[in-house]
């Protein structure tokens, strides 16, 4: 069965610190996708980033960057000099390629505060 | 472009009633799906469906139906509503089948069953 781990439940940073929310995943399927998602104070989910099975590229966006190890079944996201509108719960997600529920797996996510 | 719509926002019932949270998109998506979001839990799928007139069951179905008539609508109804009720609801759709692809939420549905 799939599963998603996300071992922060808060981290607290000021603001220009650089933070690194961890997420750690379960799959059987050779073929997945990864997912992070933010969810801001006004409660809306915001897509940031999909990442398949066999792109273990990391990818930066602006002050985002994202690195997948399928070696250790991480998707970690780090955020370069934090800023207060980064404050939010930030959710990571897995979801198999193969038949099945056709679903994203979310993890429990990390609330991340950034202090001015 | 409204993108996927979720009515009423806020709904407070007793335990016992019923009551349905209506989504709508207007992205043709053929995916759409309910998700329920508990403090400490994430999101879990409730039910999902991958095209008009399919539906299929996720992680915590039990207490909710659904169903798909057309593309565009997917109503979560809610039969004799219970206090472990008590979340935040988001409705959530695709256009990939195979939900490889980015899901859009709708802006959530906090319900309260007193």
């Known amino acids: 069965a799939q599963k998603v781990t996300q071992a922060q439940t808060e981290i607290s940073v000021v603001e220009k610190e650089d933070v690194t929310l961890d997420c750690v995943y379960e799959t059987r399927d050779t073929t997945y996708y990864l997912f992070w998602y933010k969810q801001p104070p006004s409660g809306e989910l915001v897509f940031l980033i999909r990442?398949?099975?066999?792109?273990?590229q990391n990818e930066i966006s602006g002050r985002y960057s994202w690195n997948f190890q399928k070696s250790t079944s991480s998707f970690n996201f780090t955020i370069t000099a934090s800023q207060v509108v980064d404050s939010a719960v930030y959710f990571c997600a897995l979801s198999e390629a193969a038949t099945g529920r056709r679903a994203l797996t979310f993890g429990s996510g990390t609330r991340l505060q950034v202090q001015p | 472009n409204a993108g996927v719509t979720q009515t009423p926002k806020f709904q407070v019932l007793k335990t016992g009633q019923s009551m349905t949270l209506q989504c709508a998109q207007d992205?043709?998506?053929?995916?759409m799906s309910w998700y329920r979001q508990d403090p400490g839990m994430g999101l879990r799928l409730i039910h999902y469906?991958?095209?008009?007139?399919?539906?299929d069951q996720g992680e915590v179905p039990n207490g909710y139906n659904v169903s798909r008539s057309t593309t565009e609508d997917f109503p979560l109804r809610l039969l004799s509503a219970a206090p472990s009720q008590t979340s935040v609801y988001f409705c959530?759709?695709?256009?990939?089948?195979?939900?490889?692809?980015?899901?859009?939420f709708g802006e959530g549905s906090r319900l309260t069953v007193l």
């Open positions: 990442r398949n099975s066999f792109d273990e």
């Open positions: 469906s991958v095209g008009a007139g399919i539906t």
């Open positions: 959530a759709s695709s256009y990939r089948v195979q939900n490889t692809g980015e899901l859009f």
């Open positions: 992205m043709n998506h053929e995916y």
